[in-house]
């Protein structure tokens, strides 16, 4: 059975940093695409970042460009969430998730229905 959990979540002040992990274990995700949802409270859940297997390709949503990184270590089945110059706006639950299909080298899954496995979120609270 795969499981993908998530840490690293807090309260931190506007500004400040947080790194979040997932830990995938039951299934070797090396080949696959991995990405980071966020969710808040009465809306949907959205993509913030995604990366492909090789960690080569990322995507970030528009609104953490230049603030978010996403990264993965598949000797370690592990893939972070760097989030610098945090934002109250950045306030949710933040998700891990797995696409089980496998995918070229350079793909990145974009689309909530492309991901087979979800961590448990872990939440991220930014204060202002």
């Known amino acids: 059975q795969v499981q993908l959990v998530e840490s690293g979540g807090g309260l931190v002040q506007a500004g400040g940093s947080l790194r979040l992990s997932c830990v995938v274990s039951g299934r070797t995700l090396s080949r696959y695409p991995m990405g980071w949802f966020h969710q808040a409270p009465g809306k949907e859940r959205d993509l913030v970042a995604a990366i492909s297997w090789t960690g080569g390709s990322t995507y970030y949503a528009d609104s953490v460009k230049g603030r978010f990184a996403i990264s993965r270590d598949n000797a370690k089945n592990t893939v972070y969430l760097q989030m610098n110059n945090l934002k109250p706006e950045d306030t949710a639950v933040y998700y891990c998730?797995?696409?089980?299909?496998?995918?070229?080298?350079?793909?990145?899954?974009?689309?909530?229905?492309?991901?087979?496995?979800w961590g448990q979120g872990t939440q991220v609270t930014v204060s202002s």
């Open positions: 998730a797995a696409d089980g299909s496998l995918s070229g080298t350079t793909y990145v899954s974009r689309q909530l229905f492309e991901y087979d496995y």
